[in-house]
């Protein structure tokens, strides 16, 4: 029996038995069309479901590798190979013929997306001008005060509204800021003059004589909320016509990768972030060199 033949009554099988959307049996039919041919053309004739039994391990990552030559990502690979892999069960339980082989092949990992940061200009407009979207001097204050920290320091949202009125980094002092991150672990972080300054007009005009007191707070008086401040983000960016992934984490990322493009050493920047893996940082390098080339590309005369 013929493999394409299987194939069809397959994906009649699962419109009808399974339901599976119109779209998905469309999806799955082409990625098994496309892996028969594959065969076709790797054994020299149309494949049969003797044929299928005999596949290697070789032979599925032949098809692996055909595919990625054509420019198809990992992501995209392991959607086809869940695919065959359904595809073969049905011919073990249907048809009686099985393949052993396929489990061998290991699924491709989908890459993690490259962080997606900020020019300079952009982060810089974000910290002095983030007030515009308020009417209220308090507001206008304490939104330029947590900007200016998450940039100035690569904070993330939830370490900065962590934060307690004594944890305040205020002019007169150079002691770096003590935070607390992921997995409750401290990390130091020095203070740019400028976001103290900042810092300073926003405890100026909501003094909190607590220490414990959070140094953020809401509308209602309690701990901001992070929704508050990505909101506040949201509208400050269409306002300014900056891009949809200008968001408080954005500034982290920027934070990092404008270090970076300065010379900063990588051991360093983990230890601003406080990244446990030195390879969660080495992203960030990916990073830097794809804004290099995509430079290169706009201002190059012969790019």
């Known amino acids: 029996m013929m493999a394409e033949t299987v194939r069809l009554e397959w994906l009649g099988w699962l419109a009808a038995e399974r339901r599976a959307a119109a779209l998905t049996v469309e999806t799955y039919g082409r990625d098994i069309a496309g892996f028969l041919g594959f065969l076709t053309r790797h054994l020299g004739a149309e494949p049969g479901l003797t044929d299928l039994a005999g596949l290697t391990a070789a032979d599925f990552r032949a098809w692996m590798a055909e595919e990625a030559a054509e420019g198809h990502g990992n992501a995209t690979r392991a959607k086809k190979l869940s695919a065959l892999r359904s595809f ?48 209220s001097a308090a507001i206008q204050a304490r939104d330029t005060a947590l900007f200016t920290l998450l940039y100035g320091c690569g904070l993330r949202i939830s370490e900065a509204l962590g934060l307690n009125r004594a944890d305040a980094p205020l002019p007169g002092s150079d002691a770096p800021l003590r935070v607390l991150g992921k997995g409750g672990k401290t990390r130091i972080v020095p203070v740019l003059a400028i976001a103290r300054q900042v810092m300073a007009r926003w405890v100026a005009v909501h003094w909190q004589p607590v ?23 949201r509208n400050f960016r269409r306002l300014n016509g900056l891009p949809e992934h200008a968001t408080p984490h954005a500034l982290r990322h920027s934070f990092a990768t404008h270090l970076l493009a300065q010379g900063a050493d990588l051991r360093a920047i983990q230890e601003l972030l406080g990244h446990a893996s030195l390879s969660t940082t080495q992203r960030y390098t990916a990073v830097d060199t794809a804004q290099l080339m995509d430079v290169w590309r706009r201002a190059h005369p012969k790019a």
Do not use: C, H, W
């Open 88 to 135: 073969l069960r049905y011919v073990e339980r249907e048809k009686g013929v099985a393949n052993e082989a396929v489990g061998l092949v290991s699924t491709p990992r989908a890459r993690k997306p490259l962080p997606r940061t900020l020019t300079a200009a952009d982060a810089s407009i974000i910290t002095t001008d983030i007030g515009e979207v308020s009417d």
């Open 211 to 233: 220490p414990e007191a959070p140094l953020f707070l809401g509308m209602r008086g309690k701990r901001m909320d992070p929704a508050i401040a990505q909101r506040a983000l």
